[in-house]
């Protein structure tokens, strides 16, 4: 008989193409998981999967059994979410997914708030960037995200949380001159320091500035917010920093944060899942608790200019 594990350890291996990466993400050894996947091959009577040495192919049939098994297996957390709404709000496990420019400022605070209000929940936490995020949501290995929106996937449901304006950190030396000019034209002018490719963060602050020559987008790739702004603080650019990143990241006696006058850019934080997941009630209950805590800290003053 087609076990479940079988079509777990199969689906992620024709995912990862590689039998080691396979096991550790089924937390298995590699022979365990090879002898489960041999198994499902005498059940089905199909061969799944052409071994080359050191690398592998899907065969045509294993591609359709792959789609198939996720399917199966996408319907059975499905079937674990539902019977878990029964045991009341926030409990269990949840795999919440979160993009690198907003994990550092509200992770801390959701987690001492969630065991402190949700003890039965086990928050399980994976921060990578905005596209293999929504991937892996969509796949099912993620039960919700935090990213920035709009997202365009009409498989995802999204709850708006709260908006985070962009600053501009120069150097301090420099704050007085910035102060007297035209923001928005000036910002074109300078060396803006940017995340890497990928990061939705760099793609938002290209669309603000529009800056569409290629000199320009390929002047920095930093992978951290902290990097930047050691550049910042050093002289070597300026950047858009979000506001939620501002309390960690600036280090007042060497960067300020220039506020826009009137229609600053922002973005809009947020969460999303798929729509047929049966936690929505799990995720409206998380999102009102992130905007509680974004508004707490906006009431106490630490937002920029408060």
């Known amino acids: 008989m087609v076990t479940l594990r079988q079509l777990r350890y199969f689906e992620t291996l ?3 193409m590689h039998f080691g990466m396979a096991a550790d993400q089924c937390a298995v050894t590699q022979p365990a998981l090879s002898m489960q996947i041999k198994e499902l091959e005498r059940e089905l009577g199909v061969e799944l999967i052409e071994r080359r040495g050191n690398t592998i192919a899907i065969t045509p049939a294993g591609q359709e059994i792959a789609a198939r098994a996720e399917a199966i297996l996408s319907q059975v957390r499905e ?23 907003i994990a550092p400022y509200l992770l801390p605070d959701i987690l001492t708030e969630t065991t402190k ?7 399980q936490i994976r921060e990578t960037q905005t596209n293999a995020l929504v991937e892996e ?33 120069v150097q301090s030396q420099a704050a007085p ?73 600036v280090d007042r006696q060497r960067v300020a944060l220039i506020p826009f006058p009137k ?7 947020g969460l ?22 974004r508004r707490e800290e906006m009431d106490t003053g630490q937002s920029v200019n408060r």
């Open 79 to 101: 079937l674990s979410d539902f019977a878990r709404q029964h045991h009341g709000v926030l409990t269990g496990p949840l795999r919440l997914g979160i993009i690198p420019s």
């Open 272 to 293: 999303a899942w798929r729509r047929s997941s049966a936690r929505k009630g799990d995720f409206i209950a998380l999102g009102e608790l992130i905007k509680s805590l």
């Open 117 to 123: 209000h949700y003890p039965q929940l086990d928050l």
């Open 137 to 169: 949501l969509i796949r099912g290995g993620l039960d919700a995200v935090l990213v920035a929106l709009p997202m365009q996937q009409p498989q995802l449901e999204t709850m708006p949380l709260f908006k985070d304006r962009f600053l501009i950190a």
């Open 263 to 269: 229609e600053p850019p922002m973005r809009i934080v």
């Open 14 to 16: 024709a995912r990862t």
């Open 177 to 249: 001159d910035w102060m007297a000019s035209d923001l928005r034209s000036r910002i074109g002018q300078e060396r803006l320091l940017l995340l890497e490719e990928g990061h939705c963060l760099r793609d938002q602050a290209l669309q603000f500035c529009q800056i569409a020559n290629m000199e320009a987008r390929k002047a920095l790739g930093a992978a951290s917010l902290t990097t930047i702004m050691q550049m910042v603080a050093a002289g070597h650019g300026v950047t858009l920093l979000p506001e939620l990143c501002a309390k960690t990241e």
